[in-house]
């Protein structure tokens, strides 16, 4: 059955009824927040439908793996890094970032850096 | 490789560089302009990102099919049936339509109503 998560938040903090917020800093990702508006817990085979938040001088990690993304800015600007090629990127951008592309989101900006970030269920990508 | 498409619209009408406008009009569909950001022109194996708008007194076909939807809506507000219950939804909201439930999008507001609309790859859908 179909779900509709009602948008809770405000033009400065995105946020979803019934969509839990998960954080995360280490060495290799600063200051970001994770949320799952459409995946496993509503059911979804084939694709996971994740939006992101980066704080000001936060980043994603720099890394590859076999899925892609795609990606569309909500919010805020940032630089994204494919390939070892850094780009401007802003609010309503595209960006589709290719299976086994190396790859990274900054946010170079004084607000947030928000971003839907589109993903293939994880058992549909074989191991490369 | 990577490709990213810088918005090139506005406020009042979203458009992107390199993403063509495909608009539908017939007796199932009125006012209909979809654009396909990210999909097989990009490579993308396993899932297709699309942004709809629907005129004032528009409506997408009322119909079902094996593939599910992620929906977020960016742009104005409508009216969501699924298996034939109807909800109010607006800017911010997610919808998830899962495989086989019928549904539907009408715009009922005075503006755009606009929304992402994640599909998996057809040949990841096996037919029912």
Not at 4 to 27: L, N, P
Not at 70 to 79: N, Q, S
Not at 102 to 111: A, L, S, V
């Amino acid at each position: 059955m179909g779900i509709i998560h009602k948008f809770s938040g405000d033009e400065a903090r995105f946020d979803w009824q019934g969509v839990k917020a998960e954080s995360y800093t280490s060495g290799e990702v600063k200051g970001v927040t994770k949320r799952v508006l459409v995946g496993p817990e509503e059911g979804a085979p084939y694709f996971v439908m994740r939006y992101f938040e980066v704080r000001p001088g936060g980043w994603t990690m720099l890394h590859e793996h076999p899925h892609d993304h795609g990606v569309l800015i909500l919010k805020g600007k940032g630089e994204v890094t494919l390939n070892g090629k850094k780009q401007e990127v802003s609010r309503g951008d595209v960006i589709y970032v290719s299976p086994n592309e190396r790859h990274q989101f900054k946010n170079t900006g004084n607000e947030i850096f928000g971003f839907i970030c589109v993903i293939p269920n994880r058992k549909l990508v074989e191991p490369q």
